[in-house]
């Protein structure tokens, strides 16, 4: 058997291989990064353009044609944050070199997709013939409608149709990157704000956090779920994706701030900010490069966990038909769709609750894997 | 100890500010004025409504108000438990929500009863079975329900147990049969309570993974403590030991973790009272959304938001009469 000196481990090995040795926590991991690679790849999973398509002796790629902003995003960024990964030894050997270019890129990226217009295609190549075509698995568009309405599952549709004769699999496949996109970026406004109002009131201490503490107790007495369906709703802000992840991401900092306040508070007594500061540290380099690294395990778990509620309460918007409706594939519309035929369109209810189901489950066993390995106080012995 | 309640009871008073702050903010701010969309959907689209119309109900509601007098106004009404006219019947707010809150707060007081009458045990098991294969299918058991979405469960509840193809033993929808006024009382009380059993279990489930979670971590604390130790050497038994001295003091703590569950208990009702469509503040909200009406929303927000604060308030309060360990100077 292989031993493992504790010094030669860094922390993120040490987490990692921890967080490994919960065969829930790993499994979940594992689904949660097969959720990102369907969501990211959905184009090519699901759709009625060919991937390739030889006709007329030329070679064409209907699939990127028809491509919307979101799907560029979602094909470049999920790529991009793996090389950031992979190199994150030579990119961030100065942290604010590294920054620059990844922010360059992404610029880049944004600015190209302003100038991108989608191109509305409605040619249909399940039908067209063709020298030689490549279709995704699954040869249905999310939005194509059909005669075939409410059909049950079969080799044709593997997750039956709707009530207008949609693909239920194809909605669940484009619906995943829906759930997934709201998930995180309303998840990382709630980081960046709890991080921010936390960091300050655990660091400057004193009437900062008196008044921080009093709003995050305000901000607790709120149903989360009511204080979003009547902001969305009166904002008319049903069906637009950017307010509905801002009004999640606003609604849900609290705990971040809570922790991030505990964390620095406890380590703001500690030798190596005071003597950072001697050494004639700023305040912002103190808080960003002595207390941040150092609190980052907790701040994981509770975003993990943070992600998990974000993706329930957008399918419980949808499913109440505030959020994301149709024609945008979204799984709580699905859904919420599905009540209409509960009577007798099982397929249309089971689908969609599943991967609701798994997805949220998933980053529940995540976070706890993540909160047993960061915190060995709580494991179970 | 005076002296700390005192403090206590006093810091409700900023919380309450801002409570109402925020949600007259929230609400009154918002992009979409009630005057603007009163016509509701009309011939025109929402624009059934003249020009002199809106004018006279901006007038009327004191919408042009400055906001700060509005404000004052509003808090000043709500001193006197006066929460403002709905704009759609012209009925006292505070009368709407009082014939809709009864069925809410008795559906999650129940939910919130049954959840710590199953999660208690359930936990404790765990904590005296630690690291056994009990304490592991009860943590997994009680986390995987805590990850099933209220409406996934309500609508595999509804496809299997109530009507569709399976077993039709209890009603779909409604909080009494459509006969139920001619129903003798004791008829009408089993109708309710059939209507009832799945809204309870939706709510229910959700819950047992934290109170669960706080009983074990509870109960582990108290059985390390050294006066379980006095009290096995004094010659008591283990039964004694565990049921009496221990879990007397394992249950002050989780008494009070009650209050963190209202939020989630408060957006759980609005969704079971949506999908089981019974007449309770989730519909009222649902309603007075769609017609913008304005004060209702008021009064229901402000009115959840200070059910969890006093929630929490007694909570801390409780915690200190109940255990004569903690002292607060």
Redesign the interface.
Known sequence: MKSVIPMDETYAQRIWRLFKRDRFAFIGFCIVIVFFIVAALAPFLANDHAIVRVADGSVSFPVFRSLEPIEWRFLLYVPLAGLVYGFRGPLFLRVGRGLWIVAGVVLLIEFALFFHHSFNDVTNDRTLPAAFKLMPPIVYSPIETSPDQLVPPSWKHPCGTDSTGRDVAARLLHGARTSLAIGFISQSIALLVGVSVGGMAGYYRRWVDIVTCRFIEVMECFPTLLLILVVVSLCDAANNMIIIMVVIGLTGWTGVARLVRGEFLRLVGQPFPQAAQALGAGDLRIIVRHLLPNSLGPILVTATFGVASAILIESSLSFLGFGMQAPTPSWGDLLSEARKYIDFAWWLAFFPGAAILITIMSYNFVGEGLRDAVDPRLRVK | MTTYLLRRLLLVI??LF??TL?TFL??RL???NAAMLKGGSGPNGGHAVTAEAREQTIKLYGLDENPFVAYGKWVGNLARLNFGQSFVDHRPVIDKIRERIGLSVSLAGTALVLSYVIAVPLGILAALR??QPV?RAIS?TV??L???????AA??L??FVA???YLNLLPMYGANSINASEMSWPAWVWDRIQHMILPVICLTYGSLASISRYSRASMLEVLGQDFLRTARAKGLSERRVIFVQALRNALIPIVTVFAME???L??GT??IE??FTLPGMGQL??QS?EA?DQFV?MG??TI???I??LG?LFADIVYVLVDPRIRYE
């Open positions: 900023p919380t801002g409570i925020l929230l609400i918002a992009p979409g630690r690291g304490d997994v986390f995987f805590y990850s099933i979405p209220v409406f996934v609508l595999v509804i496809l009507g569709g193809d209202l939020p989630a408060i957006g609005i969704i949506y999908i909200v649902f959304i913008r929303i229901v927000v959840s938001a200070v969890t604060l929490y």
